[in-house]
């Protein structure tokens, strides 16, 4: 199949776009590069040493003659080139990885939140209104979060994605729905991931488009087995205190003998996936769209839930390292419950990495290999969430966004 992937120069987008090439689709990259602008601007940059995107794609094509197209496109402010795209390459599936993906980026200044909000919500609004303008058949695979159900203890196992709710009517007859399940966001940025669920909703009931939403949570590791293949097809490593996300910070803290930064209690219990997981989750959706007329599909894209504590420990238990519980810049709860379900996936044929197979390998294949590169002053979390908790020991974030 022809797959248009948006956001394919990134994190998560990269491998897939990999994958799915060498699974025998047709591919062709959109991005704009603004990820990495965003690396200038933090003044830091991936752990390991990603290649420019040409390079990656010559390499991909030298090792496997695969070509990988590649359009350098914002998909918020230029619509017309992104609707053209579509009408002359006329794809099957679109991946939709274009956002700007860190909360606490998202939190950092209120340039940031609006760069955020205006980027995230546009791409979606643009690349729904560029399918249905387009005339084409076109099934829309997004990456939205665990995070649009929030993180309170609400003792159920979380659906995927819709909720049967009972209502009282006026004679008191009672009246069964089913309702997204209710958004609570903890940052911006999922903010943002809530609001892109309402577009979905309406595009699919107005103009009939085929969407999933896969319901993502935080994805752990670097490498998969295509990004394996020549070291300049490496992945991104994030390991900074705006773009890294919990564990592969504490591997790589581990790593550089950096104590293991835990907000908190550690109480927080969140979602997991292995990038490996992800790309071939990406597949499966691509493979298993809804059929026309359904209903957005929604499927939970997590394989494990852990505490933070427990991940630290079993970090530190693996390597030694030392665990340090630090003042949380964040406003979130500081110990939570979390059930969730992934009979979609699963049921589609994914075979789950457990983090005990993957742990080790990737702190001495990865984190250990590239640590020189890291810059230790990047590491803390400086982005608070309020007023009170910058005084409460976080940095005040600076204004504005380099370069842009
Ligand atoms: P990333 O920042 O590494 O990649 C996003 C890519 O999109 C970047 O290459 C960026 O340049 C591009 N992009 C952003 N705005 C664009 C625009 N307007 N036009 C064109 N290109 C644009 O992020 P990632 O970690 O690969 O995440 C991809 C998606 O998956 C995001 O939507 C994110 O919300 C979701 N997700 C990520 C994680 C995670 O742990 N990384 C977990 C759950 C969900
Ligand atoms: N945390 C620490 N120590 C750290 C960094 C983070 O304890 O050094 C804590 C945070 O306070 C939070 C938890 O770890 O409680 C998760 O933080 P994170 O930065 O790993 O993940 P998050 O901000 O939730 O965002 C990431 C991705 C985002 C994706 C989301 C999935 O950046 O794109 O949507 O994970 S989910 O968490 O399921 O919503």
């Known amino acids: 199949m022809r797959v248009l992937v948006l956001g394919g120069d990134g994190f998560c987008g990269w491998p897939s776009a990999l994958h799915l090439s060498r699974q ?14 965003i690396d200038n601007e933090l003044e830091v940059q991936s752990l390991t040493p990603i290649q420019p995107l040409s390079t990656r794609l010559q390499v991909w094509r030298e090792l496997t003659g695969k070509t990988i197209g590649f359009e350098r496109l914002d998909v918020v402010t230029e619509y017309d080139r992104l609707l053209q795209t579509l009408q002359a390459w006329r794809p099957g599936a679109v991946v939709h990885f274009a956002e ?7 939190m950092k200044s209120s340039w940031h939140k609006r760069y955020t909000v ?4 546009n791409a979606t609004n643009n690349i729904l209104s560029a399918i249905v303008e387009s005339g084409l058949d076109i099934h829309l695979v997004h990456l939205g ?3 649009v159900y929030g993180y309170s203890s609400v003792g159920v196992e979380l659906p995927e994605g819709y909720l049967r709710v009972k209502m009282i009517a006026a004679d008191g007859a009672e009246v069964e729905q089913e309702i997204l399940y209710p958004p609570n966001p903890g940052s911006i940025y999922h903010l943002t991931k809530t609001q892109d669920q309402l577009f979905f909703a309406f595009y699919n ?8 939403d896969l319901h993502q949570g935080i994805v752990w590791g670097t490498q998969t087995r295509e990004t394996c293949l020549d070291e300049r097809l490496i992945n991104r490593f994030d390991y900074d205190g705006d773009y890294g996300t919990v564990l592969n910070r504490f591997l790589m803290q581990a790593a550089i003998d950096y104590p293991l930064t835990v907000h908190g209690s550690g109480g927080q219990t969140r979602a997991f996936i292995h990038i490996q997981d992800t790309v071939r989750c990406i597949e499966l959706a691509i493979v298993n769209a809804p059929a026309p007329g359904d209903r957005v599909k929604i499927l939970n894209q997590m394989t494990e839930t852990h505490r933070l504590i427990d991940l630290a420990n079993l970090v530190a238990d693996l390597t030694g390292a030392e665990v340090e519980h630090v003042p949380n810049p964040r406003r979130e709860a500081d110990a939570n419950d979390l059930s969730v379900t992934n009979a979609g996936l699963l049921g589609l044929g994914l075979r789950p990495t457990t983090l ?3 742990l080790l390998r990737e702190v ?14 990047r590491i803390p979390c400086v982005s608070a969430w309020t007023q009170r908790n910058r005084s409460g020991g976080a940095a ?9």
């Open 364 to 377: 001495t294949e990865v984190a250990k290999r590239y640590a020189s590169r890291c810059d230790r002053k």
């Open 396 to 404: 005040v974030a600076k204004v504005g966004g380099a370069g842009r």
């Open 205 to 212: 009931k107005n103009d009939d488009v085929r969407i999933t």
């Open 145 to 147: 979060t665990m995070g």
């Open 356 to 358: 005990r197979e993957g």
């Open 100 to 106: 700007q993906r860190a909360a606490p980026y998202s």
């Open 24 to 37: 025998g689709h047709e591919v062709v990259i959109v991005d704009n590069l603004s990820r990495r602008n």
């Open 118 to 121: 205006n980027n995230n919500l």
